[in-house]
T-cell receptor, first 113, second 116 residues
Framework: DAGVTQSPTHLIKTRGQQVTLRCSPKSGHDTVSWYQQALGQGPQFIFQYYEEEERQRGNFPDRFSGHQYPNYSSELNVNALLLGDSALYLC????????????FGQGTRLTVV | KQEVTQIPAALSVPEGENLVLNCSFTDSAIYNLQWFRQDPGKGLTSLLLIQSSQREQTSGRLNASLDKSSGRSTLYIAASQPGDSATYLCAVVPSYSGAGSYQLTFGKGTKLSVIP
């Protein structure tokens, strides 16, 4: 079991550009969430996908969008990048139903210059 | 709005010492509480999940307790080792209304250093 995998590991983008981050959930998991973690802070919830639909969203602008595919993998897209978007982006997956824990990937470090 | 606080922000202990990390949350009506470990620049590793109906969970040298009425959880680490050095994060699930609604609210973490 490969666990939750994210790609790429590191990314450097220029202000104003667009970026796509990818996540493959743990085997047997069908719900994927994305979190943004600034340096020295706890992760902040961006949104959650289930059955290919965005089900819940945190306090993030529309520049942040996502997608979930039939195989449960997911993408996070950020448009018109700002310097403040520099952070560690974490993907989490879990199996829907009951009290099942969330598992996280190793994250994508995004630097906007 | 649910807020999660972790005290202290940083802790340094000698190897072999038992220690307690604290987590408090403002709204006692939580669904779950989960403890994580994070190494520098890395992702989160799940340590323990405590369901709202449970009082504690144990895994090896780790024991987590939950007191919903007081809005507190503690993570107890026995016989600390240098390999335990990391940031420990507490997260609560404020509510759960079905598939796609499992949202974690995190504290800022406690950075633990275990000195050999």
């Amino acid at each position: 079991d490969a666990g939750v995998t994210q790609s790429p590991t590191h990314l450097i983008k220029t202000r104003g550009q667009q970026v796509t981050l990818r996540c493959s959930p743990k085997s047997g998991h069908d719900t994927v969430s994305w979190y943004q973690q600034a340096l020295g802070q706890g992760p902040q919830f961006i949104f959650q996908y289930y059955e290919e639909e965005e089900r819940q969203r945190g306090n993030f602008p529309d520049r942040f969008s996502g997608h979930q595919y039939p195989n449960y993998s997911s993408e996070l897209n950020v448009n018109a990048l700002l310097l403040g978007d520099s952070a560690l982006y974490l993907c989490a997956s879990r199996r829907t139903g009951g009290n099942t824990e969330a598992f996280f990937g190793q994250g994508t470090r995004l630097t906007v210059v | 709005k649910q807020e999660v606080t972790q005290i202290p922000a940083a802790l340094s202990v000698p190897e072999g010492e038992n220690l307690v990390l604290n987590c408090s949350f403002t709204d006692s009506a939580i669904y779950n509480l989960q403890w994580f470990r994070q190494d520098p620049g890395k992702g989160l590793t799940s340590l323990l999940l405590i369901q709202s109906s449970q009082r504690e969970q144990t895994s090896g040298r780790l024991n987590a307790s939950l007191d919903k009425s007081s809005g507190r959880s503690t993570l107890y680490i026995a016989a600390s080792q240098p390999g335990d050095s990391a940031t420990y994060l507490c997260a609560v699930v404020p509510s759960y209304s079905g598939a796609g609604s499992y949202q974690l609210t995190f504290g800022k973490g406690t950075k633990l250093s275990v000195i050999p």
